[in-house]
C-alpha cells in the first residue's frame, strides 16, 4: 500500500514537471509581454561611447587636403606665378583622391563669402602677428576676391575629408594692383586656419627666415614633428628660392611643405604638396 503511494506521487510530480515543461514557457512569455507591451521604458546605461565621431589630426587634414590638391596642380610650365591660374574645373577629377566643388548644402550652417573674408582676415592678421606675413599686407575687399568651399575626400575612406575655402583675387579686374595683397589662400572651413598662400610683398628672398617661418606656422596649424625635405628636385619649382619641409601623414606617408619666393615680382608663397 505504501509503495503504492509512493508511485502515485511520483507519478502526480511527473505529470504536473511534464505540464509545466510544455506549457510553462509560453505562460511565462505571455506574462513579460502583458507586463513590457505598450509601456515606456527607462533605463540608464554606461554612455561612455555615445556620440563618438571620428576625428582627423591636424598632421593628417593636412595630408589629405596636399594628396587632394595634387590631383588638381597643373604641368610645371604653367605653374609660374605669371600664368597660374584660378578658374580650374575640378569637378570631373578622378582618383584615390578628390577635390571637388562643396555647395555647402552638407554644412549645418551656410557660411556667406563676405563671412570668409572676415575669417581670412582674421587669420592674416594672426600671420602678420607672428611674422609669417608681411605687416603690409592688405585687408581682404569683398569687391577684390572670390571665395569657393571644396571638399577633400580620401575616396578609399570617405570619412577622411575636410572642407576648405579658396580665395583668390578676382581676376575679373583687368590691371589690377597685386603689390601688398594676398593672391590666392586656403582656409580650413571648420578652424578658419590658413593651410597655403600666395602674397605680393616688398620684401626679398634675402629678408626671409623660412626655417623661422615653417616653425611659427607649424606650431600655429598644431602640426607636430617636421623636419627639413633635403631630397627635393630642384626642377619641380619655378624659382631657385624655397626651402621645403616634411611632416609625417598618415600610413608613413607625409606631406611637403614648400616656402618660397618668385623674385621680380616679389612672391611669398606658403604651399602643400606630396
Known sequence: MQKRKISLVILAVSALLLAFAVWGPERLARYKDKKTLNH???ETVDDAGAGYRYSLSNNE???ILSKCLDNQVLPGNEMSAMTRQ?????????????FVINRGDSLEKKISEEEVL???NQGLEELKGLGIVPETVKELQAADYNAVLYSGIDVLEPRNNLAVWKVSLSTSKQNADKSNRLLDVYIDADTGKIYEFYVRTPKVWEDILPDEMIEKWSTYMGLTDWEHYEDANPLLETTPYFRKYKFPGMDEGSTVVTVGFYEGINELFLKISN
Open 40 to 42: 515606456v521604458t527607462v
Open 61 to 63: 587634414k593636412l595630408y
Open 86 to 98: 584660378t578658374d580650374v574645373d575640378y569637378g570631373e577629377l578622378n582618383g584615390t583622391y578628390a
Open 118 to 120: 572676415e575669417i581670412c
